[in-house]
């Protein structure tokens, strides 16, 4: 199963950008350097297995 958080960051200026992690270690560490102290996050959790996935969305 492959997954993966999609991440939309929204800084102070009301800019946003949008990027993909993997849930490994990495990823996370990768997620954690990407992200400002002011911003305001929403997440959406992708898994995929073969021709079917899953998704889930959250926003902090």
Not at 6 to 16: F, K
Not at 48 to 60: D, G, V
């Amino acid at each position: 199963v492959e997954k993966s958080l999609e991440v939309i960051r929204i800084n102070s200026e009301g800019s946003y950008e949008r990027q993909q992690f993997s849930t490994t270690e990495n990823g996370i560490s990768n997620l954690l350097n990407w992200l400002n102290p002011n911003d305001v996050v929403g997440l959406v959790f992708l898994a995929r297995k073969e021709n079917q996935s899953l998704r889930s969305t959250a926003r902090w």
